[in-house]
């Protein structure tokens, strides 16, 4: 029988590693300091009446000519500056490790407004099933020209429904779009955990819990009150320490929603058991969905 699946879903900035990606080595690379460039990104988005992803990307590629090459190759080398809180590079093999002890199988995304060049070229790069990121599009010598994504804290939310249908395939919103049955879903909501740090994050966490999902608000030490605020206002379902060393809270948190949610599958397929059994001894067609009490994951489509 296979596992249910848990996907933990995390922002990055702030979420994983304590500073914006780009402070860690474009910023110096070009001579700026982190408060000037998001300063000048925040005029420039006033001006311009600019998406805010779409201008810091704009200004990466400007403000980069004659000072630093921006190939997609360095771009991935960016990510090998970046710093990450406490026990996060030992995080994903521990909680895979605990997932399977609890009979779950563990996947692990990212959503963030972050680069995907520099999120893959980090330490922890390869430990994601996908990536869903801004990006740029590169010409035939491999230099930036074009945005091909930018996430912002709005569109974060549909890849939410990417990784419960497993469409991962940005380009394909025709089936994302289409209708699918609750069963044929890979992940359902309520097997997910979106871990995120701010109001960016607010969207995804809100969603995940109005599905049956979790979601964990991050906080760096003695900067409780944001994530406490989301906690109390009902946005997030939990607020602790970005500390993700052995037998932290998070790391507590994450066990015992696993072991929740292996219940949760359990009950479920007794249930569907049970209903199926029935319809036999009736005689009637036995239905392929069945949906357990309270009608979970019904919805239709991306919406």
């Known amino acids: 029988m296979k596992l249910p699946i848990v996907a933990l879903i995390y922002d990055f900035d702030k979420t994983l590693s304590p500073r914006d990606q780009e402070e860690y080595s474009f910023m110096p690379g070009i001579g700026v300091e982190p408060a000037d460039f998001w300063g000048l990104c925040g005029e420039f988005a006033r001006q311009h009446q600019m998406d805010g992803i779409l201008t810091y990307m704009y200004l990466m590629q400007k403000m980069a000519k004659g000072r630093l090459e921006l190939t997609r190759e360095a771009m991935q080398k960016l990510g090998e500056a970046v710093e990450f809180f406490p026990g996060v590079e030992s995080w994903f093999e521990r909680v895979n490790r605990i997932g399977r002890e609890n009979g779950v199988a563990v996947e692990h995304y990212i959503i963030s407004s972050g680069l995907t060049e520099i999120i893959r070229g980090s330490a922890i790069g390869h430990e994601f099933k996908a990536i869903f990121a801004a990006s740029f599009c590169y010409d035939e010598s491999d230099h930036p020209v074009w945005p091909s994504s930018a996430v912002n804290y709005t569109s974060k ?34 097997n997910m955990i979106y871990v995120g740090d701010g109001l960016t994050d607010v969207p995804c966490m809100k969603m995940t819990k109005q599905k049956g999902g979790y979601s964990i608000a991050v906080h760096p030490p003695g900067q409780t009150e944001l994530a406490d605020d989301m906690l109390l206002q009902g ?48 005689g009637n067609d036995v239905p392929l969905d069945i949906p357990m009490r309270g009608g979970l994951e019904d919805e239709d489509s991306i919406e």
């Open 235 to 282: 946005r997030a379902d939990f607020s602790v320490e970005a500390d993700y060393t052995e037998d932290s809270e998070i790391e507590q948190v994450v066990t015992l929603l696993m072991r929740r949610i292996k219940a949760s599958h359990e009950l479920t397929l007794r249930h569907a058991e049970q209903v199926q059994r029935a319809h036999a001894r009736r």
């Open 157 to 190: 939310t549909q890849y939410l429904f990417r990784i419960n249908k497993g469409i991962l395939d940005v380009t394909n919103d025709k089936d994302l779009n289409a209708f699918t049955p609750a069963y044929k879903r890979r992940i359902p909501f309520s």
